[in-house]
């Protein structure tokens, strides 16, 4: 079963960029569609960026022209390529491998998150 590990995250000032990694083990990414979701404080889960097996790239309204999603299948990770930033993107973000691409419910295989701070 792929087991997902975040990194890349930290504090960065408003109008800045990061780069988050999702490094899958035990099996290969590109066999799942891949979601990157955050968690603000006092706020609901929220689906940002999500690649399909096939590589095809959805995004939420809220990052959309900011935020891109792609993959890296000879190093078997997912990318979260975030330009732009604002305070409202701070959060804990989390990667999800599922074998099925349906975006409901808590299904597939998470990461153990990373914090994300945007402030000046």
């Known amino acids: 079963q792929v087991q997902p590990v975040e990194s890349g995250g930290g504090l960065v000032q408003p109008g800045g960029s990061l780069r988050l990694s999702c490094a899958a083990s035990?099996?290969?990414?590109?066999?799942?569609?891949v979601g990157w979701y955050r968690r603000a404080p006092g706020k609901q889960r929220e689906l940002v960026a999500r690649?399909?097996?096939?590589?095809?790239?959805n995004y939420a309204d809220s990052v959309k022209d900011r935020f891109t999603i792609s993959r890296d299948i000879a190093k078997n990770t997912v990318y979260l390529q975030m330009n732009t930033l604002k305070p409202e993107d701070t959060a804990v973000y989390y990667c999800?491998?599922?074998?099925?691409?349906?975006?409901?419910?808590?299904?597939?295989?998470w990461g153990q998150g990373t914090q994300v701070t945007v402030s000046s």
């Open positions: 690649i399909s097996r096939g590589g095809s790239a």
């Open positions: 999800n491998a599922r074998f099925i691409d349906v975006w409901v419910g808590d299904s597939g295989s």
């Open positions: 035990g099996s290969a990414l590109n066999l799942y569609a």
